[in-house]
């Protein structure tokens, strides 16, 4: 019986000592050029709008700015949007409860009249403008 459990055991450890081997691997291939740092197809805006720029939608209760775009994009085209604070760009919708506003955006990527629309509603007083002047930072990546 001693001698059974030598064989397997010593089969064990050959079988285990042969599949350890390390593959044979061949010659790297040469490099591919370098690209360039970041996303090539993303496009960054800043646009500011100041108070007499909102026009107000009675339909809605809010105000609104339409950005034109000057090129068309594929409904596939991911937009974001933020807008400047004191804490930095801060991603929308965004609540500014200091000055009871809500900010918002839409798109419109059609190829006849493309626009972003940011959208302002004062949670105090629905016809109030926005006082202030607005930083808005657009990023768009057309996915084709």
């Known amino acids: 019986m001693k001698r059974i459990n030598l064989i397997y055991t ?5 079988i285990f000592i042969i599949s350890c081997r390390k593959e044979v691997v061949g010659p790297a291939g040469p490099s591919g050029k370098n690209g360039t740092n970041g996303i090539s197809n993303l496009d960054v805006k800043f646009v500011t709008v100041y108070p007499s720029d909102w026009t107000y939608d009675d339909l809605y209760g809010q105000w609104y ?5 000057n090129q068309s994009y594929s409904d596939s085209t991911v937009i974001n949007c933020s807008l400047a604070s004191n804490n930095g760009y801060q991603g929308m919708p965004f609540n500014d ?3 009871n506003l809500n900010f918002n955006f839409s798109e419109n990527l059609s190829k006849v009249n493309p626009y972003i629309e940011f959208q302002a509603v004062n949670i105090a007083q629905s016809d109030q403008r926005p006082l202030n002047q607005h930083i ?3 990023m768009i990546i057309p996915i084709k």
């Open 97 to 99: 409860k200091l000055n």
């Open 10 to 14: 010593t089969c064990f450890i050959l």
């Open 136 to 138: 808005f930072k657009v």
């Open 65 to 69: 700015y339409q950005y034109k775009l």
